[in-house]
Structures are given as C-alpha cells and as structure tokens.
C-alpha cells in the first residue's frame, strides 16, 4: 500500500491516516490516504473527475455516499476522532468541528426558506442556550466576514433573490457561524464567474487565516489551488501520487502524473504547448496491480506493473509515490503563434443582431465578423449573451433579429429557412456532451444518419466514411457500435465533434466545449481543434477561459452585458487590454482581489 | 422480488393464461354451448369443474372463452399506445397551438370516468367487439398522450435533439428515431398498466351484458350468468375469476418489473 504523508507534526489540526474507502462489493474508491493540516493552513487536495477526491473530502465528516463503507484509517481532528462518533456526537461534530461547504450553492438553500433562517437555524440546532439577540449578533458577525450585509432586509431575501457569488457567501457564513475548527471546501467556486471566484476565493483565504481554521479545499482546478493552498496533495485513481507545498508542487513536481496535469494546463500569460495525457483513468474495478497511473505513464518499467510503488520523501515535506520521480523544474515547450492569417477574408458576418429574452434585450445592434480560416475567441461571463450570440448563429436563436451573411450570400435567422448547404457547412457544438449524443443510438448510427442525410450515400460507404471521422477525432473504428454511455465524457465529445466533422463543414461553433471535461480531456480536445484548424476551418470558440483563449485562439472579441467591448490578435488583447473590464477579467483569471 | 423477476414471473403469467386461451377451443372436451349436464352440477371425473347453471360443461367454457378478452385487451391497449405516443410526442415537439389543442382534447376525455364513456358508446351504437375496442382504446388515449407528452417535453431539451433539427431532418425522422427510443420505457410500461386495467375493463362489460353477447362462452360473461350458483357450484365463477385475476397480475407484474429492471439500468449509467 503506497502511504504518502507528511512527517506528522504536532500542531497538526487535521491528521487522516491510511484511510481507505471501499464499494459494498470491495472494490476500493480511495485508498492508502493520509493526510494533515495545521491551523490556518490550506490543503489544496487536486484530482480529475473519478480520483476520489470528493469521496475523501466527504469522508472528512464522516459521511460516505450509499454502497461505500469506510473501511479502515483514522481521521483525527483536534485529537477527536470523527470514524469513532456516532448518533448525537457525530451530529455535534458536523458544525462545530467540522464544517462542509459544498459546490452548488443554489442547490444547497432551500429555496423556501428566508436566508435569516438558515442562519438561526444552524445556531438553534448547535447552540440552543443562545439568545435571540446573541444569536443576530453571531449572525451579523460572520455576514460581515463573508462580505454581506447583516441588514434585515438582507435576511429576509429568498436564496434566488441573491447572486450566485452571495448564494456561496451565504454557504461560508453558514460554515464559519459555528467556529468549526476544520472546514472542508468541495470545489465551491465552479458554479461562479471568474470575477467573483476571485473575490470567493479571497474571502476563503483570508477567514481560514484569521479563524486559524485547517482547510481542506477539494478541487480539480489547478489554477485556483495554486493562489489558494499552503500545501497541494494530487490524487490519481482513489491514492495520494505526491505532496509537497504549493510552491514545489507547481514549479519542480515530482510525479509524472502531476507534471501531465500542469503541462495539460493552459496558462493565461504564456502559449505553451498542450500535452494531453495519453490514455484515461481507470475506473475503480479495473486499476492496475502496480502503478495506477503505469498504463498511461511514458517513464513507465516492467517494475511499475509489478507491484505499487512506495511513497518516498524526495526532498523534506514532499513525497512523491513513484519508482522514477522527475527532478528540476517543469519546461513547457512554448507553441508557435500561427503566421499569415492577418490577410483573410470575412466568411460569417452578423449586422445589427438584437437578441431578447421576453421582454428584456440580450443584446441590441451587435456587429461581428469571423475572418476565414482563423479561430476567434468570444469571451464573457455568465449573462453577457455570448451562448445567445453562437446560438443565433448556428439559427437556433429565439427572438433573434438583424441580418447575417455567409460566404458572401444572405444567411437566414431562422434555421429552418437555411438552405441544405447553409446548414451542413456551420456545425454547431454542444457544451455538455452528456446531453448531445442520444443515449439510445449507438456512434454508428448517429454519424451515419448525418452523412446519409447531407451526402446521399449508401450505408456501405456511410459507414466507412463514419469510420473515417471517427478516426480524425482520434477515435477507434470499433466506437461505431457502442452507445455514449460506453464512452467517457472525452470520448463523447470527440463524437460530437466527429458529428460535426461527418458535414464537412466550413465553420464550426464550439459552445463551451471544454469546460464540463477534465483538464487532461481539454488539452487533447484543444489539440485537436489546432489540429484541424491546419484544414482551414473557421471556429467560433466560445469560452469564459482566458487560458483557454490563448492557447487556442488567433483572435478574440469580449463580450459584456451584450456588447462586444474589445476584439483583436489574441495576444495584443491580452498582453495589453486596452478595456477596463478585460484587465479585470484578466486579474480574476489570476485569482488577484478584482 | 427484484425487478426482472417479477418481469420472468408477469410474462409467465401472461404466456399461461393465453397459451390457455388460444389452444383452448382446440382441448375442449364439449361444445361449449352443448348441455350435456344437470343445472350446477358439482364437478366429476367427466367435467373436472363442474357444470353451469344451464347444465354445460364449466372446463370447456373456460377453455373457450378466453380469447375475447385477450384479443380484445391487447388491441385496445396496442391502439391507445400507438395514438397517445403520436399525439404526445406531436404536443411536445410542435408545442404552442397544437399542443394546446392536444392538451384540451384530452383533459375532455379524461373528465369522463372510463367506464362510463365506455357503456355510453356501447348503449348507443351496439355491442360490435371492434366498437368496444375503439372506444376502450379512446379511453386510454389521454393517459398515454400526457404520458409521452410530458416525458418528450424533456427530451425535446436535450441537445442531441437540437442537433437534429439544426441538421435539417425531417419531423418525421426526428420524432421515429431521435424521441420514441428514449420513450420506450415508460411507454412500455404504461402499456402493461393499459392491459390491466383493459382486462378489468372488458370483464366488467361482459358481467354487466355489454360485453359479448350469450350464449358464447366468454370469462367475464360467465361470472355474471352463474353468480346465482355461487354457494352451490363455486367453481363456475371461480374458474373464469382466477384466470382474468393471473392474466391482470401477470400484466401488472411484468408492467412494474420492467419499469423497475430499467430503471436499475438507467441508474447504472448515469
């Protein structure tokens, strides 16, 4: 069992030894963890979907998910340890010692239920001997920790009458009312623009230092980790891989696994090269006998199969489980902007485009033009129309008016007024690639029926020429008979793409593309819409990810509130934004107090 | 009893009883209209359940009568899924005035109580078999059509649908392949509950002289003519009620079996 630790020390707040979690079947989701924290210290614990990340963070409290038991390892929190509380003990602990602040704020309120009563709830639950009035004054207190106003009018709101940034405000206050002395974060900024993740993230950090809380802050974005934790523990495959403190994690890691993450990682300031991590995670019944992460690693030996390797110290306080750790710091290979594309032509133009949603516009008198052949980036945050915008484009738009010309000729609003051409040659791609494929039809199938339908060819060759796209996603022909729920979310959206692909299209409009995948799937999805591009494809890539932006893009227009504020070359934007907004944009993708 | 058990168990129910039903005729010891016994006569070597209040042989009629109900039955109810699945899925996909028009038909079909609606069409235009499965399946339809209606409503959202219709497919190709194949099951299952209630259905109209006319032999008919005799020769009416009783608990067991090994499926692939 490969245990990785930090030499315990005794002020740690949080010790977790050997813990391990398994399915009712035996199956192991995490196991081997430990882990520890001292007060006021973060712990950025850093995992792809499928680690197991949640399930230790969960673990914390003493909770496991139905089917999983945990089924040894100690979890001490100021000496008292959570595994041995049960019934009342164990309802006092979760609160007062330990507190959770989950990921989805608007799920997590009750939406009938006045924000005020939250708050006095949780004290009426815990501290029944309080006042009322020492209960408003607790209350008031914390509000003003998180940032909120304390007023009566302010906790007489219903959670939808509140921000998404004051819904997770709300979420903080709820988990520092009761002083807990641990505090586990289960990625509660995803949901949030950037701009007020920034401002989230702030307040975490400095609450957790002056409460001298320990924190444990679960996430699977290395960027937030990096402003956020003391120390960073990644997981791979339900098992520690390697610990050390922020700065060593992300200048020298030592573990192959940790460095394909980072070099997977697109950074906001620099072009580098996406290295996707060749291969997927495996799911928990079919991990390997040595290394987990052995298949896919490229320093990988016969030794790495045989037997899992031990956690060793690499340098004091960090420990790395691998048979070949890597020494020195990270390089990533910059990647080449791409030359004389200045000179193209204007495939896809919109004049005058206003958008509404009822009785409120989206946007008015909108302007854009997409040069051929290049990529261009429209970046936004939630609410400034930039999914309106792609949708009008690719005619799904309701209450779309204005006009749009293509390749010279007029482009209907409506898609259903579209010629058959107009539709093949602008591909639309969809964000969630959970919902874009039909569950009930097989690869084949789905791609076949778009080659039939715009090229009239007989199944034979539809097949083979299904076979073909399949292969230009990166795909094995053998996908054509599997169901999407065979593949995972990657693969999924390669299909979509494939889908795409299948209509030969000349513009392609990706919606997001990336942001429901994990950061390893995104570089190799990025790296195969550079790939493309080489074609001479023009893409729309819609996206609230500057890093996203610089590593895919040739140009870029922001949008806010509906009005493009800023457009040019991708590095004259964001080397020197010329707009207030973009430089706070790019100040928040920074985690820097916006 | 886990869901594809009680699936095994329904369909072996089902497949009893019409196995019964259709080789039946074909077994039958006597006419089952010839009187070849005294009235309410107990049952004997010769007539293992006995004999009806005319005198005919009880384990003939119900070897013969078992076959209205079951053609009957699943005609409706194949009808009603047909029609509601279309008129739901129609609703869903083309929303704003036909869906309205769809919604308010059936919402006025549903305030009759079935039965009623039934025994209505039947008192008035005849008791033709075909007219009781028409009007039978009528009632059905809105159950079916709110069903699919609301089911394809969230279909309707998926993206893959979007793309489909953003690729030019006609409504046609959209409505067949993209919506009916994620509306199987629980139409499926609604066609097993359709059944049941077909069964209790058209064996009430039978006991209440609507259904097939005398003197065929036919269960629901044969519940209503020999319940005088029921302290004396039980069996005349037990026969005919056991068996509509398997056939309506092997549908409902089978519907709900089903439902519930799918719906393990669905979960596993979240």
């Known amino acids: 069992m490969n245990i990785v630790t930090f030499p315990s020390s005794a002020t740690a707040l949080l010790e977790v030894r050997d813990l391990h979690v398994h399915l009712a079947d035996g199956t192991p989701i995490v196991s081997g963890i430990s882990l520890s924290v001292a007060p006021g210290q973060i712990l950025g614990l850093v995992g792809e979907s499928g680690s197991g990340k949640s399930t230790i963070g969960s673990a914390l409290l003493g909770h496991v998910r139905p089917g999983a038991r945990i089924v040894n390892g100690s979890i001490l929190v100021e000496g008292v340890d959570v595994l041995s509380l049960s019934g009342k003990a164990l309802q006092q602990a979760r609160g007062k010692l330990i507190a959770h602040v989950p990921q989805d704020p608007a799920a997590t309120l009750n939406p009938m239920m006045r924000i005020g009563g939250h708050l006095h709830e949780l004290l009426e639950v815990h501290e029944p001997t309080l006042s009322k009035a020492e209960r408003g004054e607790r209350i008031a207190a914390v509000l003003s920790d998180v940032g909120l106003s304390a007023s009566n009018e302010f906790l007489h709101r219903f959670p939808h009458q509140l921000s998404g940034g004051q819904q997770q405000r709300i979420l903080l206050a709820l988990a520092f009312l009761l002083k807990p002395r641990l505090i586990v974060l289960d990625e509660p900024t995803t949901a949030l623009d950037v701009s007020t993740q920034a401002q989230v993230i702030q307040t975490i950090a400095s609450l957790c230092k002056m409460r001298q809380v320990a924190a444990v802050y679960v996430s699977h974005d290395l960027d937030i980790v990096r402003h956020l934790a003391d120390t960073v523990t990644v997981l791979y495959a339900g098992q520690i891989v390697e610990s050390a403190s922020r700065d060593t994690l992300f200048a020298a890691p030592a573990h192959p696994y940790s460095r394909g993450l980072l070099a997977a990682a697109p950074d906001i300031f620099t072009r580098h090269q996406l290295a996707p991590i060749p291969g997927q995670a495996p799911a928990p019944a079919d991990r390997p006998m040595g290394c987990s992460f052995g298949p896919r690693c490229a320093s990988a030996t016969p030794a790495c199969a045989a037997a899992p390797p031990p956690a060793k110290d690499v340098a004091p306080l960090h420990r790395v489980a691998c048979f070949h750790p890597s020494s020195g710091p990270l390089v990533r290979p910059e990647a080449q902007v791409r030359s004389g594309l200045s000179a193209s032509p204007i495939l896809l133009e919109v004049n005058d485009l206003s958008a509404s949603y009822g009785d409120a516009p989206i946007f008015t008198g909108l302007r854009l033009a997409l040069p051929s052949g290049r990529c261009s980036a429209l970046v936004g945050e939630s609410g400034s129309g930039k999914t309106t915008l792609a949708r009008a484009l690719a005619g799904l738009g309701q209450h779309v008016e204005g006009s749009m010309r293509f390749d010279g000729g007029p482009l209907p609003i409506d898609n259903w007024q579209r010629s058959m051409e107009q539709r093949r040659r602008i591909q639309y791609i969809f964000q969630n690639p959970y919902r874009a494929l039909n569950p009930r039809r097989t690869i084949g199938q789905t791609l076949t029926a778009v080659i039939r339908h715009f090229f009239g060819l007989g199944p034979k060759d539809a097949e083979r020429r299904a076979a073909a796209v399949l292969q230009r996603v990166a795909l094995p022909s053998g996908h054509l008979h599997r169901y999407p729920r065979d593949l995972s979310g990657g693969e999924r959206q390669r299909v979509a793409i494939a889908r795409a692909l299948a209509c030969e299209p000349d513009v392609l409009i990706c919606d997001e593309i990336t942001s429901a995948l994990d950061v390893s799937v995104q570089a190799a999805i990025l790296d195969l819409l550079r790939s493309l591009q080489g074609d001479g494809l023009t893409v729309l890539f819609v996206t609230h990810d500057l890093a996203v932006v610089r590593a895919i893009a040739d140009n870029v227009l922001v949008l806010r509130h509906g009005r493009i504020i800023e457009q040019g070359e991708v590095d004259d934007v964001l080397d020197a934004p010329k707009e207030n907004y973009t430089r706070q944009l790019m100040a928040s993708s920074r985690h820097d107090a916006a | ?270």
């Not at chain 2, 059905?140 to 649908?161: D, K, S, W």
């Open chain 2, 1 to 270: 009893m886990s869901g594809s058990r009680q699936l095994r168990t329904g369909i072996a129910f089902i497949l009893a009883v019409m196995l019964l039903a259709l080789a039946g005729p074909a077994l039958a010891p006597h006419a089952p209209d010839a009187l070849v016994g005294p009235t309410y006569g107990a049952p004997s070597s010769g007539a293992p359940l006995g004999y009806d209040y005319l005198g005919r042989d009880v384990w003939s009629r119900v070897l013969a009568g078992g076959q209205s109900i079951i053609w009957m039955s699943f005609s409706a109810s194949l009808l009603a899924l047909t029609i509601g699945a279309l008129l739901g899925m129609a609703a869903a996909y083309a929303r704003g005035r036909v869906d309205q028009v769809i919604v308010w038909i059936t919402d006025v079909l549903m305030a009759f109580p079935d039965l009623i609606l039934v025994l209505l069409v039947v008192s008035m235009l005849g008791r033709e078999p075909w007219l009781i499965v028409l009007t039978v399946s009528v009632a059905f339809i809105p159950a079916v059509a709110r069903l699919a209606r609301g089911v394809t409503m969230g279909i309707v959202q998926q993206e893959y649908v979007e793309a489909a219709w953003m690729m030019g497919y006609p409504w046609h190709r959209i409505l067949l392949r993209e919506l009916l194949p994620n509306l199987a099951t629980p139409l499926l299952v609604q066609l097993g509950i359709m059944l049941t209630w077909a069964i209790a259905m058209l064996s009430g109209l039978s006991f209440l002289g609507y259904g097939v006319a005398p003197p065929a032999a036919d269960w629901g008919l044969m519940i209503n003519e020999n319940r005088a005799g029921l302290l004396v020769q039980p069996w005349a009416v037990l026969a005919p009620v056991l068996l509509i009783a398997l056939f309506a608990i092997g549908t409902n067991l089978a519907a709900e079996g089903y439902g519930r090994s799918k719906a393990r499926i669905d979960e596993k692939q979240g």
